[in-house]
Each structure stands twice: as C-alpha cells, then as structure tokens.
C-alpha cells in the first residue's frame, strides 16, 4: 500500500472516530458510554499518526530530492561531463524507494480493492449506521432470565414503574403473585411480530459493544400496533394465561396505554427509563 493512501486511512479514521465519539454521540448507538473515553482516545492517535507519517514524507522527499539534485551537479565539468542515458529515462520510484518495474508495469501500484478501506472511515464521518433496533430484536430470541429465590414487596405506586426483566421474573417466578392485578409501566421500543393482533415491547441490552446484543420481550395486545422502532411508554396489567409465578405463564401484557417517548439515554439498557438527550 503506497503512502499517501496509508496517511488518508489514518487522517480519515481518527477524524471519523473524534466524530463520533467527541464532537457527537453516534458511538452511543454501537457501544456503552464506558467505552466513549477509549475511542475518543484512539482518535486522536490516529490522527496524530497520520500527520506524522505525512510530515515524515514530505521531509524524506526533500532529502531525495536533495539528493538528486547533488549527483547530477558532482563532477560535472569540461572533462567530466554527466553520464549520458541514451535516450532512457531511470526507472521512477515510489516512496519506499521500489522500482516501477519492467515494461511500463508498475508493481507497487495500490490494488483497487483498497481503497475499499476508506468506506469504514468516511461512513463515521458522513453516514453512522443507525442505532440496532427491531430489526435485530425480531431475529433473536427473547434473553433467558436468571432464576431469583426471593422477592421484595411490590412498591404501592400505580402505575408501577418496572424494567421487562423484572417484569418477567415477576410473572414467571414470583409465587406470591405479587404481579397480579398490578397496573405496571415499562417502555422499550416496538417489534412487529408475525400475524398481527400483539407486538413486542423490547429492550436491546449490550455488554460491551453492538456485537454482543441480547433482547428482553414482552408480548403487548392493544388495540394499534405502533410503527415498528418506535420507542413508547406502555401501563396496563398481565395478560393473564398459564400459571402465574411458573414458566407457563405468558411474559404478556393487556395495554391501557400507549404512548411515544424519545429514545432515551439508557436505551441500551433494561432500566427504568433517565431524561432523553
């Protein structure tokens, strides 16, 4: 790969990932806020490398040219005149001082598929892929919930604020049926599901990064189903089937409610929504 196209690679990158991460908060939508300080990081040695590089190269240039400059001059005089090239020019060289090659081919030529690399960067910069959404909730499972041996009592507030995994070790765990006849809030965003009738309520929850994504669900029956990656705020009550406080009953519920909201700032977690930015 020639130079020129290493320092773009380098200057583009860290100005996609400052973007990103410190000028904007697009990186929010493919990792977790911890992990904003490492890429802002990163940035600006990227940056800063590439900028290097290209101070380093325009200075190696000089000395080249210096360089020429020198042996063309040295000894020439009236019984040293310079060497004749008989019509041919030197083969030209590229910046690591290779040669061009034989026959007009030019073997340090960059391959066309490298500059494929530049995409990645010049995506960050002017079109961030939108944050995971239904799309890939629909396509994975609901996350087990881990099994808890006890629960604390129920606050009185109605509607109660709750997160869908506490919702759903509620219903599926819980036997003192402290969820029933509740009136809960939760809010997630909208997954369509086919045959229409419900949708889900979900909650996309990453650990590190968009790679490592998992789903928490909640079947909703309402009377509309919102657009889906809409983000609403739901209240009603469990949809009743099964056995209460057993794996049998349905993680579902009867809507009374619902209501868009924006995306807020925890939206990569399963808590109790904080103010959106």
């Known amino acids: 790969m020639r130079r020129p ?34 890429l802002i990081a990163s940035g600006f040695v990227l940056l800063v490398l590439g900028i290097v590089e290209a101070a380093a190269r325009e200075r190696r240039g000089d000395r080249d040219e210096q360089g020429r400059h020198g042996a063309r001059t040295h000894g020439a005089g009236p019984h040293n005149p310079p060497e004749h090239t008989h019509g041919h020019e030197p083969h030209p ?8 090659g034989h026959h007009g081919h030019d073997h340090a030529a960059v391959p066309r598929v490298a500059w494929l690399l530049l995409l990645p960067a010049l995506s960050l910069l002017f079109y961030a892929p939108p944050a995971l959404g239904a799309y890939t909730a629909a396509r994975q499972p609901a996350k087990v919930i881990a099994e808890q041996d006890g629960f604390d009592p129920l606050p009185k507030t109605s509607p109660l604020p709750i997160t869908l995994t506490d919702f759903t070790t509620r219903v599926q765990q819980d036997r003192s049926l402290a969820i029933k006849a509740r009136t809960v809030e939760m809010s997630g965003l909208v997954t369509p599901v086919p045959g229409g009738g419900s949708w889900d309520l979900t909650r996309i929850i990453i650990s590190c990064c968009a790679a490592d994504a998992q789903s928490v669900k909640v079947r909703v029956y309402s009377s509309s189903i919102p657009p889906a990656n809409t983000w609403v705020s739901v209240t009603g009550n469990w949809h009743p089937g099964g056995k209460l406080g057993t794996r049998s009953a349905p993680v579902a519920l009867d809507a009374q409610t619902v209501k868009r909201i924006q995306r807020p700032s925890n939206g990569y977690q399963d808590a109790l929504p904080f103010p959106s930015r």
Request: charged share 20%; proline share 5%.
């Open 93 to 100: 060289r590229d910046d690591d001082g290779h040669g061009t």
């Open 5 to 38: 196209l290493q320092v773009t690679l380098l200057v583009l990158s860290g100005l996609g990932l400052l973007h990103a991460s410190l000028f904007t908060d697009l990186c929010l939508r493919y990792v977790k806020p911890g992990m904003r300080p490492l």
